[in-house]
C-alpha cells in the first residue's frame, strides 16, 4: 500500500493564524482525500483533493477556510485558515491506493492546537 | 447519503473473551465494507474488509460477516488481547461512484488483563 508523509506532525497555533500541513505519497494515486478528527470522534471528511483543478468540499467546509492544493499526483496541502480554538482537532491525509483494490490508506496525522 | 450506524460506542471485555461490534448502513448501493484500528495516538489503520459478494470473511482471531438483506455487517475477535484495545471504525462505500467511505462513529474497546 501507498507510504504517506504527513508534516507536521503536531503545532500549536495562536488564533487567527494559518497553518499549512503537507501530504506526500510515494507513488502517483488518483484520490487524495483530507480528513478531520476532532478529539473522541469520528472520521470526517472535508474535501477530496483533485489534481490541477478545485478541491470538492463536503457539506459544512468551505475553500475560504480550507483551501487545498494539489499540483500532482503525488502531494498535497491544506490549509487551515484563520484559525479558531474550535479548529484544534488532528487533520488526516489520506489516499485510495491504484492497484484496484480501493483501500483506504491514512497518513499519521498533524495533531493541532489552537490557542 | 450513506448512513453508518455503529454500536456500541464503548465495549469493556476480560482478556480472552469475545467482542462484537455491529454496524447497519443505509445505501443499497453500497458494496464495501471497511473495518479500522486506532490505537491511541496513531493512524487508522485497516485491519480486515468483506466485498458484498461474500458473507463472511476471517483472518485469524478477526472475522467480519455481512448480511446485505438487512443491511448489517459486524465485526468479530475472539480471545481478546489487551493489545486489541483501540477505537473501531466501520465504514461503508459502494465501488461504482466516486468511492468516499463514509465512517461510523466509532467504539472504543476496553480489554482488561
Known amino acids: 500500500s501507498a507510504v504517506i508523509s504527513q508534516k507536521p506532525s503536531r503545532d500549536i497555533c495562536q488564533r487567527g493564524t494559518s497553518l499549512t500541513i503537507q501530504c506526500q505519497v510515494d507513488s502517483q494515486v488518483t484520490m487524495m482525500f483530507w480528513y478531520r478528527q476532532q478529539p473522541g470522534q469520528s472520521l470526517t471528511l472535508i474535501a477530496t483533493a483533485n489534481q490541477g483543478s478545485e478541491a470538492t468540499y463536503e457539506s459544512g467546509f468551505v475553500i475560504d477556510k480550507f483551501p487545498i492544493s494539489r499540483p500532482n499526483l503525488t502531494f498535497s496541502t491544506l490549509t487551515v485558515s484563520n484559525m479558531s480554538p474550535e479548529d484544534s482537532s488532528i487533520y488526516l491525509c489520506?489516499?485510495?491506493?491504484?492497484?484496484?483494490?480501493?483501500?483506504?490508506?491514512f497518513g499519521a496525522g498533524s495533531r493541532l492546537t489552537v490557542l | 447519503g450513506e448512513n453508518v450506524e455503529q454500536h456500541p460506542s464503548t465495549l469493556s471485555v476480560q482478556e480472552g473473551d469475545s467482542a462484537v461490534i455491529k454496524c447497519t448502513y443505509s445505501d443499497s448501493a453500497s458494496n464495501y465494507f471497511p473495518w479500522y484500528k486506532q490505537e491511541l495516538g496513531k493512524r487508522p489503520q485497516l485491519i480486515i474488509d468483506?466485498?458484498?459478494?461474500?458473507g463472511e470473511k476471517k483472518d485469524q482471531r478477526i472475522a467480519v460477516t455481512l448480511n446485505k438483506t438487512a443491511k448489517h455487517f459486524s465485526l468479530h475477535i475472539t480471545e481478546t488481547q489487551p493489545e486489541d484495545s483501540a477505537v473501531y471504525f466501520c465504514?461503508?462505500?459502494?465501488?461504482?461512484?466516486?468511492?468516499?467511505?463514509?465512517f461510523g462513529r466509532g467504539t472504543s474497546l476496553i480489554v482488561h488483563p
Open positions: 465504514a461503508a462505500s459502494s465501488s461504482g461512484g466516486s468511492y468516499i467511505p463514509t
Open positions: 468483506i466485498r458484498s459478494n461474500v
Open positions: 489520506s489516499v485510495v491506493d491504484s492497484s484496484g483494490a480501493n483501500v483506504l490508506t
